[in-house]
């Protein structure tokens, strides 16, 4: 992106990757320490800049830029809220013999 992002590219751009969402990142060809290819990470926001701000399973934070990095998603966030409210759901109707 050229120049400060508008309001409402932000604002699509945390709609379109949300807190929670899984993404592989395919490659970062203009940072000196990239992430790997093929490293898994969850999304934790979208700053006021549109990069996607990162936890990855290395332990690093970069975020990505869209239109320079190559990323895809590996799981949304709504599958990750599913998943979790079946556990709850599995973990509530259990009961332990001791």
């Known amino acids: 992106m050229r120049g400060f992002p508008s309001r409402e590219q932000v604002e699509r751009l945390r709609q379109q990757y949300p807190k929670g969402t899984k993404i592989c990142c395919d490659s970062m060809n203009e940072d000196t320490r990239p992430i790997p290819p093929g490293t898994i990470g969850e999304v934790f926001g ?14 690093s934070s970069l975020s990505l830029v869209p239109g320079v990095d190559s990323f895809h998603v590996v799981q ?15 973990s509530q109707g259990m009961s332990i013999d001791l």
């Open 76 to 90: 949304p966030a709504e599958d990750l809220e599913q998943e979790e409210e079946l556990e709850i759901e599995d």
């Open 46 to 59: 979208v700053d006021d800049a549109c990069q996607i701000m990162m936890k990855w399973s290395n332990g």
